[in-house]
């Protein structure tokens, strides 16, 4: 039990469409990061949130956008959705040394 | 930049035998290094870690130790049971404190 938790837990979309999807922490930790799992590989890093303030961001367009609240949960946006981004997204979070998993969203875009 | 290269699997073994899942890196910096495992339908759980070279993680029965002058981080387990059946990724994480992951090693044990 790593007390990150992801809302919701699959989703489908259709290509164009917008979607956002939901991550809440333990008390405390104040580094949230978003990745992509698509299948059979490793995660991608997106972003990383660090005090509510973007802290590093991958190899991702800007349709790819994230927010994160003082109440140690955060959202990640993805506009104009495309066929390739159907995969797992994982929400972690922690302090900047170790971070911990949430179960995940799996988001299938047709 | 930084990379995680990890053996390639699947792997499949026999109860109680020995597990070896290779994981050597590149980083521009000294990295923390990482063992997560992902169960079937689950997301990752940190499975080990090591922060400076020499250190040994362990968790669960499993270790890997931090080899700067091979830049290595191998995982290993005397023992295995049914239920470490996973996928095994080997992360480092630098300064910037992103997490750069390996592709995964399918392992799959059998009673």
């Known amino acids: 039990e790593t007390g990150v938790t992801q809302s919701p837990t699959h989703l489908i979309k259709t290509r164009g469409q917008q979607v956002t999807l939901r991550c809440s922490s333990q008390?405390?930790?104040?580094?949230v990061s978003w990745y992509q799992q698509a299948l059979g590989q490793g995660p991608q890093f997106i972003f990383q949130?660090?005090?509510?303030?973007?802290?590093g961001r991958g190899n991702f367009p800007p349709r790819f956008s994230g927010l994160q609240f003082p109440n140690y949960s955060s959202e990640l946006n993805v506009n104009a959705l495309e066929l390739d981004d159907s995969a797992l997204y994982l929400c972690?979070?922690?302090?900047?040394?170790?971070?911990?998993f949430g179960p995940g969203t799996r988001l299938l875009v047709l | 930049g930084n990379s995680v290269t990890q053996m390639e699997g699947p792997v499949t073994l026999s109860e109680e035998a020995f597990l070896t899942i290779n994981c050597t890196y590149t980083a521009t910096g000294y990295p923390s290094l990482f063992w997560y495992v992902q169960y079937p339908g689950e997301g990752l759980q940190l499975l080990l870690k090591?922060?400076?070279?020499?250190d040994k993680g362990s968790n669960k029965g499993f270790e890997a130790t931090y080899r700067k002058e091979t830049t290595s981080f191998h995982l290993e387990k005397g023992s295995v049971q049914v239920s470490d059946s996973a996928v095994y990724f080997c992360?480092?994480?630098?300064?910037?404190?992103?997490?750069?992951f390996g592709a995964g090693t399918t392992v799959t044990v059998r009673a």
């Open positions: 972690a979070s922690g302090t900047q040394e170790t971070q911990y």
């Open positions: 992360a480092l994480s630098d300064s910037d404190y992103k997490l750069s």
């Open positions: 090591a922060t400076k070279a020499d």
């Open positions: 949130y660090y005090r509510e303030e973007e802290n």
């Open positions: 008390s405390g930790h104040n580094t």
